[in-house]
C-alpha cells in the first residue's frame, strides 16, 4: 500500500520560513508527478506547486518567487520550502502523488500538514 507521509508543518510569524517534508512508502520515480496542495477553512483544496519525475516545476502564481519545490529521489522525499509567508499562506498543506501505470497506479494522498501564519 502507498502511503505519503507529511511533516514540517507549524505556526510562523509573517516573514517567516518553513520546510515541508512528504515522504513516500514507495520509489517517487513510480510517480509522474508530485504536487502540494493547500486548503484554507471553509475553502476548496488548491494547487500549489508540481514537480515531474523530470525535475520540472510548475507554481500557483501567489507563491511564485517564495515557494520552491524539489524532490531526493534517494529519500523518496518531496520538499516544499516556503520563505516569505503571509497570512493569507495558512491552510492544511497536501502531497499528492500519481502513478500513470504499473503496479501502483493511481493518485494518492497525504495526511496533510498544518501551517499557521501569523500576522
Known amino acids: 500500500q502507498v502511503q505519503l507521509v507529511e511533516s514540517g508543518g507549524g505556526l510562523v510569524q509573517a516573514g517567516g520560513s518553513l520546510r515541508l517534508s512528504c515522504v513516500a512508502s514507495?520509489?517517487?520515480?513510480?510517480?509522474?508527478?508530485m504536487s502540494w496542495y493547500r486548503q484554507a477553512p471553509g475553502k476548496e483544496r488548491d494547487l500549489v506547486a508540481t514537480?515531474?519525475?523530470?525535475?520540472?516545476?510548475a507554481y500557483v502564481e501567489s507563491v511564485k518567487g517564495r515557494f520552491t519545490i524539489s524532490k531526493d529521489n534517494v529519500k523518496n522525499t518531496v520538499y516544499l520550502q516556503m520563505n516569505s509567508l503571509e497570512p493569507e499562506d495558512t491552510a492544511v498543506y497536501y502531497c499528492?502523488?500519481?502513478?500513470?501505470?504499473?503496479?501502483?497506479?493511481?493518485?494518492?494522498w497525504g495526511q496533510g500538514t498544518q501551517v499557521t501564519v501569523s500576522s
Open positions: 514537480i515531474t519525475r523530470r525535475g520540472g516545476t
Open positions: 514507495i520509489s517517487i520515480d513510480s510517480f509522474n508527478a
Open positions: 499528492k502523488a500519481r502513478a500513470p501505470d504499473g503496479v501502483y497506479y493511481g493518485e494518492y
